[in-house]
């Protein structure tokens, strides 16, 4: 079980550090590329960065939190209310980012009156991830909180 934990938080390191390098290096040439291209749109480029790099915090705050609840796995504490407490985090964090996309999309409609159809799937793309992550959030908080309940009933009883 250790090793599998391990792996994962492994994997989730590296795909943390892709996104990072990502958001710094690709990012910033896309958006500034898109500005070159429609100058009409030159005006958002910096705008548009400072978004992705503001609702990237969320999903970097996110991997902590997964680190920890990571850490407690290996600590034998999988099924306690601290976890359940971590996940909850989580969905609000979720939930955060899905609003702020939900905005995002809508005040780019409304200010620029175009809104190019890959960044419009884009968006919605991340939307629906950051709901799908909310819903898987608030299921396993439910599950850890009522086995933890179990637990402590059995504890009690033995």
Wanted: charged letters at 15%; one cysteine or more.
């Amino acid at each position: 079980m250790h090793k599998h934990v391990r792996l994962f938080k492994w994997l989730l390191l590296g795909f943390t550090g892709l996104t990072f390098v990502f958001s710094v290096t690709l990012v910033p040439m896309m958006v500034s590329n898109i500005a070159w291209r429609r100058p009409e749109f030159q005006y958002m480029e910096y705008p548009s960065l400072f978004f992705i790099w503001a609702t990237s915090i969320g999903f970097y705050y996110i991997v902590v939190l997964i680190f920890n609840i990571c850490g407690n796995i290996e600590d034998g504490k999988a099924f306690t209310v601290s976890n359940a407490k971590l996940f909850d985090r989580i969905a609000l964090i979720g939930w955060v980012e899905l609003i702020a996309y939900f905005a995002g999309f809508v005040i780019v409609s409304i200010l620029i009156k175009y809104i190019h159809p890959t960044v419009a799937l884009v968006m919605f793309v991340v939307a629906a991830l950051c709901l799908g992550l909310v819903g898987f959030c608030l299921v396993m908080k439910r599950l850890i909180r009522r086995v933890a309940e179990i637990k402590e009933e059995n504890e009690y009883t033995v």
